[in-house]
C-alpha cells in the first residue's frame, strides 16, 4: 500500500513531457491497489486538465450511463481504477485533441498496473488504449469492439465516449443493444462481489 502510494506521489509530480504541453503538466488519474474495474482512457482534456477530476466533462457523464453507475461510485477509487494512456492534456489538433504523449505509458503503466491485483474487468477506450492493451492488431476500432465477446468478461474494447463519436454510435446500433446491456449487468455483479455467471 505504501508503495502504491510513493509511486502515485511520483506520478502527480512527474514533469517529463512538460515542454511539450500546451498548458503545462497536471497528471490526472484514479488509482486504488482494491479496485476492481479499471478504465483505461485515452488522455485528460482541456476540461478535465482545469478541474483534475477524470472523466469530468461530456465524455465521463456517457462514459457513467454506458456503464449504468452513479458519479460516486464511479469517483470510488477503492472500487474504479482510472489510468489513461497519457495522464496530462496532450494539447488539441486539427481533429481534436492530440494523441496521449508517448513518454507516459512506458513510464508508468506497467508499474501501476502491478498493484491493480483485484481487477476483474478492464474497459479499454479508444483506439491509443486498444493499441498497448491487445497483442494482436485488428482492422479497425470497430472491428475490435464488434468482436468484444473473444475478451469477455476480463477486458472490453470500448470506442471512446466522446461526442465526437456520435456518428459512429449511430452507424453502430448494435453497440448499445448487445454490448451495453452486458456491460452494465457484469458491471454491477463486480462492485456487488458477485463472481461471473
Known amino acids: 500500500m505504501n508503495e502504491l502510494k510513493s509511486l502515485l506521489a511520483r506520478v502527480r509530480h512527474c514533469r517529463i513531457c512538460e515542454s511539450d504541453l500546451p498548458l503545462g503538466s497536471r497528471p490526472v488519474l484514479q488509482c486504488s491497489a482494491s479496485a476492481k474495474i479499471l478504465i483505461a482512457g485515452q488522455a485528460p482534456g482541456s476540461k478535465v486538465h482545469v478541474s483534475g477530476v477524470p472523466f469530468d466533462d461530456p465524455s465521463g457523464n456517457r462514459l ?4 449504468g453507475i452513479s458519479r460516486e461510485t464511479f469517483y470510488d477509487a477503492s472500487q474504479v481504477a482510472i489510468l489513461p494512456m497519457g495522464f496530462c492534456y496532450p494539447g488539441t489538433g486539427k ?9 507516459c505509458a512506458p513510464e508508468w503503466r506497467g508499474s501501476l498496473l502491478t498493484h491493480l491485483k483485484q481487477l476483474q474487468m478492464t474497459l479499454v477506450l479508444g483506439q491509443y488504449a486498444q493499441h498497448y492493451h491487445f497483442e494482436t492488431k485488428l482492422a479497425s476500432l470497430t472491428e475490435r469492439v464488434k468482436s468484444w465477446r473473444d475478451y469477455w468478461p476480463l477486458v472490453v474494447p470500448l470506442p471512446h465516449p466522446s461526442p465526437r463519436n456520435n456518428r459512429w454510435l449511430k452507424q453502430n446500433p448494435w453497440f448499445e443493444e448487445e454490448l451495453l446491456p452486458e456491460l452494465q449487468k457484469r458491471v454491477i455483479q463486480i462492485l456487488n462481489g458477485k463472481n461471473n455467471d
Open 95 to 103: 481533429s481534436g485533441d492530440l494523441p496521449p504523449r508517448p513518454e
Open 64 to 67: 457513467r450511463d454506458w456503464l
